[in-house]
């Protein structure tokens, strides 16, 4: 059990089982109410052998790459199945397993009594166990593939309650937006494979789909730069569209229509960072492709500061949070785009550890959000309530903890994260890079965006549990605190929220030093000319990210302590308006592709309906040639004998006279 | 005068003659199948007669197994007619129209054949039940 490759096959196949299980659970009453248990002891198994996963990466020895299984061959085209076990992956599996497993404790309480309780577990585990085959894939295509599979998943969950037509239209909305950057993705794939046809040869065994084969191939041959700086343009595209970022981030907000679990799930935790962790896996391609680089860095940037804005004003909790997970993956980005200046393994360890942090401090808020949604009797507007800290006393200091990990709050995961991102940044513009310009100008708007980050977060705590004390009347008379089963794993991701940072990586570095084990981040260091930047703590960041964060909560305290969604600041009226209306992007959108969509629609069902007119005169002919003769079959007998009689008698005379003449 | 090929064939084309309009023109199912059973016999006199003409066998093969292919035909169509009759009590094809297009109203019938008085089935005795006694014997016991 000790081979890692083993047991990232193992993790990859509880998960399956347990969907297997889930659904089947599905046939009677009595199975159904159980189906949860598939997922939480399936689940917590794997978390429990991703951890022992992560202990086995420690001394790096063991073997690493699984032996390839052919999945389909098309031409020179080799799809193999194979896995690659390594630090990166073993973070990741271990995150995501972790966080499933309190996710499905949560949901086993926050879904009990609902009508799709199994499927709702079975999708659940069938999404964990894409997403951990994600994580491992080795091949391009099986990554696309389980790529997809997160998508397919994702589409059922937001479509969960898919009589409801928002979110079924929100479940279109997710699965068509992501889909156009997932065309970029498979665009990607072919255009890297294509660049490495000349590297294949018959007797060389090299596949280049293959990640461990293709990074050492690329960095080794620099004509195939450009074309593969192509690729990793459209690889991008397809992780802005999974990940949310401009100009896909569209589909973030509306998919809050699914079950909160999902959303702290997938939409906060998972499947929305599969995008920063496709860069963080294919870094070595982006290391040979500065220009990309510095356009991740941008769109990153843009969303971050865009999302921050429009989240700024909002009125649904979920969505509030939705936007800021849109915000802080931009920021995952930002990290990312340095890459080209600085050391990839600075890069991509800041981007990852904020990932990291982030899965336990937006999972927390997401689900303290569905404890109060739970217990607001479905109620998500903060409008609606108010003062909820002595109704619900342990979701409040869950909340509590989530909200100012993700403000940034000294001290607390989020506050180190993102001081490493920053870090990045100002490392990135002091580089020899030729964009350090707009490195620079970035970290200004990486640091008005922690500002607004604060705010909002702390906007949203406020409404929801300061002021007087309003209850919707939706609640009804039992507004009280949820279950065990769902404080639980609110408190133990609240710990979570509160020293995974601190303990992992500022005076440890234990984080960025496994994680720097990871052989592609080794090839990646190679073709760069890039500052190596030592882990140090850079008090003047420090001191920045503090009155930031500190400033945005203070403001936020100033003006909505005692409610008041709905308030304004002085002065700013017209800016409230912008981001209460999400700067009319959804409109933009629907004006400049829905509707150009609708038309064209519309005038192919009309080109159609004449074509199905014609179709149908020509089935008309032959039609009223049968209603003109139906009624020779009158149902006598002589009848028939007669017409016979007589057909024969005419049949025999034109042969007869024929053959005479 | 020699009786020629002409001469059977002449009877032949009377018999299937006869059968035909007979067929045509009778409504009664036991007629009907006769008179094709007389088509029949009058294509297997030609046959006959052409084997004989021809002087070999293949005529007389064919006209055994119309024979027997007849014989067959007369079960089936016998035991259908009995269930025809026992559903309608009558043997007139006329009365048997349900298969006719839908829509198409049924032929009326100017001049029905007559109507066999309607006799009860002769009721038996279950089997297995003692009969009851008649007076004569329950007098005696």
Known sequence: ?661 | MTITLWHFLAVAAALFGIGLVGFLTRRNLITMFLCAEMMLQGVAINFVAFARYHANLHGQVFVLFILAVAACEAGIALALFLNLYRRRRSLDTSDWQELRETGVPAATDDDPLPRPPADPMPVLTPAGARPAPTAEEAARV
Request: glycine share 8%.
């Open chain 1, 1 to 661: 059990m000790s081979n890692p490759v083993g047991l990232a096959l193992t993790i990859l196949a509880l998960p399956l089982l347990a969907s297997v299980l889930a659904y089947l659970m599905r046939g009677t009453a009595r199975t159904a109410r159980l189906a949860h248990l598939p997922l939480v002891v399936g689940c917590g198994t794997a978390a429990a052998l991703a951890l022992y996963l992560l202990t086995t990466m420690l001394d790096g020895t063991a073997e690493r790459v699984s032996e390839p299984v052919a999945w389909f061959a098309a031409g020179k085209l080799r799809a193999h199945f194979t896995v690659t076990v390594d630090a990166l992956a073993a973070i990741m599996l271990g995150m995501v397993t972790f966080i499933a497993t309190l996710i499905a404790i949560f949901s086993s309480g926050y879904m009990k009594g609902d009508a799709g309780f199994a499927r709702f577990f079975a999708v659940m585990s069938l999404f964990v166990f894409c997403m951990c085959g994600l994580v491992l894939a080795n091949n391009l295509l099986l990554l696309v593939a389980f790529w997809e599979g997160v998508g397919l998943c994702s589409y059922l969950l937001v479509g969960y309650y898919f009589d409801k037509p928002s979110a079924a239209a929100a479940a279109r909305k997710a699965f068509l937006v992501t889909r156009l950057g997932d065309v970029g993705l498979i665009l990607g794939v072919f255009v890297i494979w294509h660049a490495c046809l000349p590297g294949m040869s018959p007797d060389v065994p090299f596949n280049p789909l293959n990640l461990s084969e293709l990074f050492g191939y690329v960095v080794r041959h620099p004509e195939i730069h450009s074309q593969v700086g192509l690729g990793c343009f459209l690889l991008f595209c397809g992780a802005v569209g999974k990940s949310a970022q401009f100009p896909l981030y569209v589909w973030l907000p509306d998919a809050m229509e699914g079950p909160t679990p999902v959303s702290a799930l997938i939409h906060a935790a998972t499947m929305v960072t599969a995008g920063v962790y496709l860069l963080a896996r294919c870094a070595p391609l982006f290391a040979v492709a500065p220009g990309v680089q510095i356009a991740v860095a941008w769109i990153g940037g843009v969303t971050a500061l865009l999302a921050a804005f429009i989240a700024l004003a909002q009125t649904d909790l979920k969505r509030i949070l939705a936007y800021s997970t849109v915000s802080q993956l931009g920021f995952m980005f930002l990290a990312l785009g340095t890459s080209g200046a600085i050391s990839p393994a600075f890069a991509v360890g800041a981007a990852m550890f904020h990932l990291f942090t982030h899965a336990f401090f937006k999972a927390l808020l997401f689900l303290s959000a569905g404890s109060v949604m739970h217990a607001m009797g479905g109620v998500i507007d903060v409008r609606q309530f108010g003062g909820l800290r002595r109704v619900l006393p342990v979701t409040h200091v869950a909340f509590l903890c989530g909200a100012l990990a993700l403000a940034g709050f000294p001290l607390l995961s989020g506050f180190w994260s993102k001081d490493l991102i920053l870090e990045s940044l100002t490392e990135a513009s002091e580089s020899g890079s030729p964009y350090t310009a707009g490195y620079f100008a970035l970290f200004l708007v990486a640091c008005l965006t922690a500002l607004l980050t604060a705010f909002y977060t702390f906007r949203a705590y406020f409404l929801t549990f300061w002021g007087p004390e309003r209850i919707p009347h939706e609640a009804g008379h039992h507004a009280h605190e949820s279950p065990t089963s769902m404080t639980l794993p609110l408190l133990v991701l609240a710990a979570g929220a509160l020293a995974v940072g601190i303990v992992l990586q500022p005076f440890t570095h234990w984080f960025t030093d496994l994680l720097e084990t990871t052989p592609s981040l080794a090839i990646a260091r190679g073709p760069t000319p890039a500052r190596v930047v030592a882990h140090h703590l850079n008090w003047v960041l420090i001191g920045v990210s503090t009155v930031l964060a500190l400033g945005g909560i203070g403001l936020a305290f100033a003006l909505y302590r005692n409610g008041g969604a709905d308030k304004a600041p002085a002065g700013l009226d017209a800016v409230f308006a912008a981001s209460r209306n999400k700067l009319w992007v959804d409109e933009l959108y629907h004006a400049v592709f829905v509707k150009p969509a609708e038309v064209l629609a519309f005038l192919a069902r009309v080109f159609d309906g004449f074509l199905d007119g014609l179709a149908r005169l020509i089935s008309s002919a032959p039609r009223a040639l049968g209603a003109w003769a139906r009624p020779i079959q009158n149902g006598l007998v002589q009848f028939y004998a007669l017409s016979m009689a007589l057909g024969v008698a005419v049949f025999l005379t034109f042969v007869v006279f024929r053959i005479s003449r």
